[in-house]
């Protein structure tokens, strides 16, 4: 066979064969959920990152100054990626976090919620994994931003 005929034809099946079953293996592990390295499911790097995990929360205040964790999953989809950037609240200026604020209040009134005000948490939270799924205790939380103060 001549060397633009080969070229034509692809890899010869034993490496077809290798990758088939490589993907085939990747698909099941995922799937599955196997903690078998290099076919492993996806939580290897959460289960990696250590005990503890440190993230940012918005709460909405109610005018009787009750706080109520704000559920993205209730607000538009837009929302949904609020969490990402409260993440980005300490690198970002005073402008852009209140505009994010602004936001999550004008969502949470547009749901029919009252909003006096948004309150953003660092919450330090124990991460113990029990049967396969990751349950949190918190240790501690720290009130690091109010925003979107009495606007309607």
């Not at 948490?121 to 205790?137: M, Q, S």
Request: hydrophobic fraction near 40%; glycine fraction near 6%.
């Amino acid at each position: 066979m001549s060397e633009a005929a080969e070229l034509e034809a692809g890899p010869r099946w034993p490496v077809k064969a290798v990758v088939i079953l490589a993907l085939v293996m990747l698909f099941v592990a995922g799937v599955a959920t196997v903690e078998a390295w290099p076919f492993t499911g996806w939580r290897l790097y959460s289960n990696t990152k250590g005990p503890t995990a440190g993230s940012y929360f918005a709460y909405r205040v109610s005018p009787d100054g009750t706080e109520h964790k704000i559920d993205y999953e209730e607000l538009p989809y837009a929302y949904r990626r609020a969490p990402y950037i409260l993440n980005k609240f300490p690198s970002s200026d005073d402008p852009t976090r209140e505009a994010v604020c602004e936001a999550l209040a004008h969502g949470e009134r547009e749901a029919g919620r009252s909003v006096a005000e948004i309150h953003v948490y660092w919450e330090l939270r124990r991460v113990v994994p029990v049967d396969g799924e990751r349950h949190t205790k918190l240790l501690e939380r720290e009130l690091r931003y109010s925003c979107a103060q009495n606007q309607r």
